[in-house]
Every structure is written in structure tokens, then in C-alpha cells.
């Protein structure tokens, strides 16, 4: 479904990657892993089309990014480097209109079911500025549990400031994702294991 | 769970910004305390002649509007780009350019509407006569959309800049002369009892081709401040 075909990366006078090349099907989940400085977020954000690559192509179920971006960002879910959560809302409205602005419309109920299972029951209206650096990507990450529509997850270091029993729940996510047969691509620096799928390495170098 | 179309998503954007435009109040309010400090302090600088006030009041209460939207149009952009909202805006399956028509509507109501409330107020202290209080305000409901519409663009152009506060007021302010110069004269001839039909309309003018083009314009530096 996702394909990237040669690309080549240079930031600033730095040439980050060069020629390459991977293909994701439906079900596959793809870690990208390096060191740091060896543009793990420059790739995340080539793939999800924020950044265009000097040449090269990336595919989405066929057809090229660039063209059609729209058929890119309705099938996409992403979650970058700064959480897109905002320290005046509460968690329940992050939720809503964190999702809302990727076109999901929930319910306060819904929103408010899914940051209990994140571990938030009680605080769903306690503004953002008031939770812990962990309970912010908590808030930041409850997006996957509402995020089924979405076919591609790119998630760029997912599993930063969570706890063993966050990083539990959201692994449980990501197989629930890969069951549904969506594709999954993310950076971490932590050991990911998912039982029954298997886990595509690519390695960037510095 | 249910995908939403554009309208919702436009509409929830809206409704987001005006929360936290009511979380954040002080913002709001400097904005327009500033407005009205800096179009009260001719009256008690320049002159207390009517003769003379009436003569200035169009230029002062227009002048003291630009700088206000200047004021306020730092925080269009940069807190979302600096928690990672933006990108997500960016990466919406929704036009940007329809979500940025939502982003400057909230903004105009948070930053622009109070100041054309306000200004037939600050109109007596010039001792405007009542016709041209009317104009005054009506000038101001077609004029600040248009410098929302307008710094929009240069917000998002100077987004990831250091001292962008400055820049954004080099690259904008030449940009509002037009309708400083229409806005402004609308009101004088309104003082002067001469019609304004002609100053309104090419206001008018200014605030659709705004409206065409601002949004797009925006929406193309957003995607390059993404790189």
C-alpha cells in the first residue's frame, strides 16, 4: 500500500539517505531505526507528504503523494514530535478537536471512554497544562484508539515518557491495527515486539 | 465515531479557537485595551479643537486598528506551529485552504469585531458627528476582515523565524495601505457630508480579493513553514 521508491534526503548540506526503497502491504508495520541526527523524523514527514523529497516518489496505494494528497491524509493518522496538544484544553477537548481537524467526529462520551482506558478516568476535563509530561502523550495517543478509519498510522517515537502499562496499551493498539490490515510506520528506541505480526526493520544510518 | 465533511470540520476549528481565545483572555483584552488607549491618547495629546480632531480622527482610529491587528496576528499561527497543531491542520483530508478561512474568521471575531464595536465610542472623543460614527464602524466591519485576511499570510510567512514580531510588521503593514487610504477617507468624506458609496465599495473590493487570495496565499506559506 505504501511504497517508496529512491528517495534521496538532503537537509541543509547534510545528505541524510540516499536511493531509498521500501514497500509496506496491507498488515505490515515498519520500524525505522537510527541513531539520532540520522533523519528518522525528515523520513516520517517525506512519507505523510510535509516535506518533499529532492527525487524519488512516494506511493500511496498506487498513486503518487504529491498528486493526490487529499486520498493521502483521509486514510492518515499521524502523530509527531510535539504532541498537538494544547495546555489550555482539557483532554476531552484535545480529543475531540485533535480528531475533529483529521475528520473523526466523536462524542464527549466516546472521547471521555477512551482516556479511561488511557489511564484518565477522572482528569478528562482537568486542562492539559495541569497533567504530567506522560499523561499529556497519553492524551496525545488516545487518538489511536479512535483512529480505526485511518488505514496508515505514522507515528514518530510513540513510546517517549509512557510507562510499561501505556506502552502495554498501545502496542495493544497497534496489533488491533495491523489486524484490521492497516499499515503502521513509527521510530522508537525502544524493543517493539507484536505477537503473530511481524515487525519490518529499516535501519537509517548516521 | 463518524468522518465529517468540511463544514464540520471548519466549525469545529472555529469553535476551538474561540475556547481558547476565552481560556487566554489577557491576549484578547490587549489587543483591545491597546486600540483604545492609543485612540484616546490624541484627544488629550494633540489638540482639544474639534475642528482639528474631527480632521484626524478618521486617520487615528484607522492607524491605531492596523497596529492592533498587528498586535494580535502573533498568535495566529505560532502557538499552533509550536505544539504540533499545525502540522496536523496541514495533514487534515479537509482543503488547508478552507481550514485557514476558519482559523482567520476566529481570529477576526476575537481581534477585529470588538475593535469596530468599540470605535463608534471612541469616535465621540473626536467629536464625530453621529452619520460618520456610523461609517466609522461600518468602514471597520469591512476593513479589519480584510487586515486579518491580509496578515494571515504574513503570520504564516514568518512562522519559525526569530523576531518574527518585527519582520511580520515590515512584510504586512505596506500590504493594509489600501485600505488604511479607503477606510480612512471613507470616514473623512462622512465628516465632510460628502458621499462614501465610491471609498465603501472599492473597500469592499479589497475585502474579496483578500478573501480569494489570503487564504490560498496562506495556506501555500503554512506548507512551506512545514519543511
Redesign the interface.
Known sequence: MLEALNLDCARGRRRLFEGLSFELAAGQMLWVLGPNGSGKTTLL?LL?????PESGQVRWKGEDVRDSR?SL??D?L?L??????????SGR?NL???L???????TPH?ADAVLGEFGLAGRETV?ARALSQGQKRRVALSRLA?G??KTLWILDEPFTALDAQAIRLVLGHLTQQLGRGGCVVFTSHHEVELEGHAVTRLQLAQ | MTPLGAAPVFAAIVRRDLTLALRRRSDVLTTFFFFVIVVSLFPLGVTTQSSVLRSIAPGVVWVAALLASMLALVRLFAPDFDDGTLEQLALSPQPLVVLMIAKVLAHWLVSGLPLVLVAPLLGLQFDLPVQALGILALTLLVGTPCLSLIGAIGAALTLGIRGAGGLLALLVLPLYIPVLIFGASAVSAAVGGMSVSGHLSVLGACLLIALVLGPWASAAAVRIAME
Not at chain 1, 48 to 52: F, K, R, S, T
Not at chain 1, 80 to 89: F, Q, S, T, Y
Not at chain 1, 100 to 106: D, L, T, V, Y
Open positions: 514527514r505523510c507528504g510535509l516535506l518533499q487529499e491524509h483521509v492518515l499521524y509527531g514530535h510535539a504532541p498537538a496538544v494544547k495546555d489550555d484544553l477537548e475531540c478537536f485533535g475533529a481537524q483529521s475528520g473523526i467526529g466523536i466516546e486542562p479512535l480505526a478509519a
